[in-house]
């Protein structure tokens, strides 16, 4: 078998379809993992990179003391399969195959995945044959020349991937978790640092305090308007920019009729047809079209795997001599824009034209085949058309230009207008997407006089220097040889998901520049793209052999241990720098009861809250969910009614969860409860929003005294308030405690959800233990649960609320723990059995005991059972023992049950008994019978 493995499952597959020349596919799937074949050959996609480098073990601990930041530095790396169902299959195929060909994109990235996929398949065929396709479009001419002219892999390409691999890993980890842990941030809220990321938003935070620098300076602008063959004509005073007012005033105070022509000047202008598309200049092409970078590479990547457009990863804007030229004109003679396509083979320039960068491995972005709106939508298409129709304009003639420039005066002031006519349009008319405007002027002769119909003064102002947009920071990167073609954007999308920057145009937040700040004062060589670029240079020198990639890592190596020298020296300040600047990235507003700055605060162990700057002269605060639910953190919006920004709560892999503007959510979430105290009204609810009173648990902590003066209520209104309060608040308490015994105990299935049976419940009545600990096992069931969890939540339910009520009574907590152990979970269980019964049970000993007893039945406001003298013990143990079948043993087991002469024995239920004494039913029943029986005969006797 020859097997063929590409760099993608949609790759696989149009290999596939191309190099089986119309034989039949047959694609079988294993693991979800797609096959195809035809004949001998058989193609498989990976998906990108399969494994990944990691750290060896023992490095996963932040705040190890033994690992710390800068051992990562040094740390042993390990391969990790990351898509381990295509390294299985991949391994199985290999063991078969007689010949394997890697087929992945043809780029430093694209070798070393496919390094990857060699080393894998050397693991389990240490002899098959391995060679490599390079091709730059997936198209049948491309391939077939590529498969009939392998090569052998290129490890020292590969190695530069892999070199940039760990040094990418090494720099990020280590200084991320350096910063972070210094910041005392982690979870969702670290702070990452990378070689590329950080230098890239260095650029960033610069153009904004050049912005904030920005002093603007004011100038003013003289033009006039005039008129000729019914055409207004606007013209421009000579001097350009007045930075005087008063020459400016002068030069318009002077300029009076007549306007004299003096100058007629005209001329030619070539206007060179645009260069090759890189991918670069791709980029900026397709912001013009209103698409972001990280957009307009996967729409691109795409087309490519689609073979709709050529490899559009590249860094080369001169076509090599190799490519077929007049074939992709012939192929996209198919496509919608077949009109194009033939006016440019009609009026075809001489030579292409070129850009200054010419580089071996791809050629420049070109379309590959055919493709129509319909078959790939109206995106796609969008971006097809712009790399169909710059092919078209790099082999079109180039424009012309008439331009004209006419020279006026007017009262001894010189003023100018300018035209430009497009006389030959060239390339323009296969490439709309170019600026150029024309001007068309009249015809102008010298000597000539012409009215004013207007003079403008206009006063401007300089203005700041631009943020950047994607597009241009990608340019920016590539001038200074920041990231590659490939991960330019992938950059920035990361600065955007890191939330250092944000924007459009991009503008850095309080965090982004605060790290940056902090770098740039303690370890500036971060923070500059020259590390960055010496890296490119070696990864240069790598993939021509000239050094090797462990040379070249240990000096990224040495480098990394000198900024760690700076680094560790300042971490105190260096954490408290960041710190103290990103306070403010969580502050809200104003506190509404002090004035004070209320602001998000995380503590450990995932708990979060709003708290206020006066704290502890202020206590208002803000409950916030736990942070596994999402990290607090403050957004744009303003509340209009609070004037407080919004919090949301943001997760991993989740949608963001809005909690708004906290303070009308903590009015919102505590409305209900508050209208459970019984005296609350309109008129009270809105005296205590006023007074900045939003919780039940204010009024209750509050003294009567201060809440009689803040309300303006009587001193036993406040009083009752206060009371009233605090049983609500037992009641919310009690509840709450409810649900997390419930939400504990049901387990999460398919189509159930404890809130639902929460819900039910909650209309069943059942809101607090004590009535689900008396809850009848129907209501249960019929609210959702199983049998099984009905007994079981009935059970502990029980167990929990009577423990509870025990120890509330005084029952010290290792006799509640024997109480319970010995099924004696009720409280009236106290009241209803004798003390010895109740020593015999527990182990504990009488004078324990009877304290227990007396507690707890003065509590239940019941007698406790007497205390049965020796006597009369013995008299009825006499009794029960003359009954036919009773022995010692089952008197022992009546007394648990409170049985204790022929009397309680035959006036208790015999149900009852026989539940506590654990005799059967009929037994008692068959005793009672015998008793009766034998009082039957006494009464006939008399
Ligand atoms: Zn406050
Ligand atoms: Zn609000």
Not at 208 to 220: D, H, L
Not at 286 to 297: D, E, I, P, R, T
Not at 839 to 861: I, P, W, Y
């Amino acid at each position: 078998m020859h097997l063929i493995v590409a760099e993608k499952n949609i790759s696989a597959r149009r290999i596939a379809e191309i190099l089986g020349h119309g034989k039949r596919i047959v694609e079988n799937k294993d693991a979800g993992v797609s096959t195809y074949s035809f004949g001998e050959t058989t193609t498989v996609g990976l998906r990108g990179h399969v494994v990944e480098i990691d750290f060896v073990e023992g490095y996963s601990n932040w705040r190890s003391a033994e690992y710390t930041p800068r051992s990562l530095i040094d740390a042993k790396t390990i391969k990790i399969p990351t898509e381990k169902k295509i390294v299985s299959l991949l391994q199985k195929l290999a063991k078969k195959a007689e010949r394997i060909t890697i087929a992945t994109d043809f780029d430093t990235e694209g070798e070393l995945i496919g390094k990857e996929a060699y080393e894998l398949v050397r693991a389990v065929n240490p002899k098959v044959i391995i060679d490599r396709a390079r091709f730059s479009a997936i198209t049948s001419q491309e391939l077939t020349h590529a498969f009939s002219h392998t090569t052998d892999l290129d490890f020292a390409l590969a190695a530069a991937g892999e070199a940039r691999q760990s040094i990418d890993l090494m720099w990020g980890a280590s200084l991320t978790r350096f910063i972070s842990l210094a910041a005392r941030r982690g979870g969702q809220n670290i702070l990452s640092v990378g070689r590329v990321q950080s230098p890239t938003l260095t650029m960033i935070v610069d153009r904004e305090k050049a912005i904030e620098a920005f002093v603007p300076e004011k100038y003013w602008q003289l033009s006039l308007d005039t008129e000729k063959s019914g055409e207004l004509i606007e013209a421009r005073h000579t001097h350009g920019r007045f930075h005087e007012k008063p020459a400016a005033q002068l030069a318009h105070d002077r300029t009076k009729a007549p306007l004299v022509v003096t100058d007629v000047k005209s001329g030619t202008k070539q206007d060179r047809a645009p260069s090759p598309f890189d991918t670069t200049s791709y980029i900026v092409a397709a912001a013009h079209l209103g698409f972001s970078a990280a957009n307009a590479m996967r729409i691109a990547e795409d087309l490519y795997m689609n073979g709709y457009i050529s490899y559009p990863r590249t860094d080369n804007t001169v076509y090599p001599p190799s490519l077929n030229l007049d074939g992709i004109l012939k192929d996209i003679r198919n496509s919608p824009f077949k009109k194009d396509v033939e006016w440019t083979m009609a009026n075809r320039r001489a030579v292409p034209t070129r850009g200054k960068k010419s580089s071996t491995d791809h050629p420049p972005i070109h379309p590959a085949g055919p493709a129509t709106r319909e078959a790939i939508g109206d995106d796609a298409f969008r971006i097809y058309e712009l790399v169909v129709r710059r092919f078209l304009a790099t082999l079109s003639p180039d424009a012309l230009w008439k331009t004209l420039k006419i020279l006026f005066v007017a009262g001894g002031e010189e003023y100018t207008a300018t035209g430009g006519q497009l006389i030959e349009p060239g390339w323009h008319v296969v490439y709309p997407f170019s600026e150029a405007k024309e001007r068309i002027l009249p015809e102008f002769v010298v000597g000539e006089r012409l009215p004013i119909k207007k003079v403008t003064l206009d006063e401007k102002e300089t203005q700041p220097p631009a943020r950047f947009t994607q597009s241009k920071l990608i340019q920016m990167m590539e001038e200074l040889g920041l990231g590659t073609k490939s991960t330019r954007h992938e950059v920035i999308a990361k600065l955007v998901s890191r939330k250092y920057v944000e924007g459009t145009p991009l503008r850095p937040t309080l965090v982004g520049r605060a790290v940056i700040e902090s770098l740039e004062q303690h370890a500036d060589m971060i923070t500059k793209p020259d590390m960055t670029q010496t890296l490119e240079s070696h990864m240069q020198q790598i993939k021509e052999s000239n050094r090797t990639r462990e040379d070249v890592i240990k000096e990224s190596q040495k480098m990394l241990h000198r900024a760690f020298d700076q680094l560790e020296a300042n971490e105190l300040v260096i954490g408290e720098d960041i710190r103290g600047r990103t306070a403010e990235e969580m502050n809200l507003g104003k506190c509404p009861v002090c004035g004070g700055t209320i602001a998000i605060k995380h503590m450990r162990g995932n708990s979060q809250f709003i708290g206020c700057s006066q704290y502890p002269t202020c206590g208002f605060n803000i409950g916030l969910p736990n942070a596994q639910w999402g990290f607090a953190v403050r957004t744009d919006d303003i509340c209009e009614k609070h004037k407080l920004n919004s919090v949301r709560l943001v997760r991993k892999g989740a949608r963001p969860w809005d909690i708004g503007c906290p303070l009308c959510h903590q009015i919102g979430s505590n409305k209900e409860s508050l209208a459970e105290i019984p005296s609350m009204n309109e008129k009270l609810a809105a005296k205590i929003l006023a007074q900045h009173i939003y919780t039940v648990a204010e009024i209750a902590r509050s003294t009567p005294e201060t809440l009689a003066k803040r309300l303006d209520l009587s001193l036993d209104a406040a009083q009752k308030l206060i009371i009233d309060a605090g049983s609500v608040l037992d009641k919310l308490r009690r509840r709450s405690e409810c649900r997390k015994f419930m939400r504990e105990r049901l387990v999460p299935r398919k189509g159930r959800s404890s809130a639902k049976i929460l819900t039910t419940l909650k209309e069943m009545g059942i809101t607090e233990l004590s009535g689900l600990a008396h809850a009848d096992a129907a209501m249960l069931k019929k609210a959702g649960m199983s049998d099984a969890e009905t007994e079981q939540i009935l059970a502990e339910a029980k167990i929990t609320y009577y423990g509870q009520k025990l120890k509330e009574i005084g029952i010290p907590a290792v006799s509640l723990k024997k109480y319970l152990a010995a099924g004696i979970t009720d409280p009236e269980m106290f009241c209803n059995r004798p003390t010895a019964t109740l020593c015999k049970l527990t182990g504990m000993s009488e004078a324990t005991v009877q304290r227990h007893v007396d507690l707890v039945c003065t509590f239940l406001n019941k007698p406790a059972v007497k205390k049965i003298p020796k006597a009369s013990a013995q008299k009825g143990k006499k009794e029960l023992l003359a009954i036919k079948g009773i022995t010692d043993a089952l008197i022992e087991k009546l007394s648990v049950a409170g049985i204790t002469n022929i009397a309680s024995l035959l006036s208790a239920d015999a149900e009852t008994v026989a539940r506590n004494s654990g005799i059967a039913t009929g037994k008692i029943k068959e005793f009672q019978a015998a008793i009766q029986k034998k009082k039957d005969t006494a009464v006939i006797q008399i």
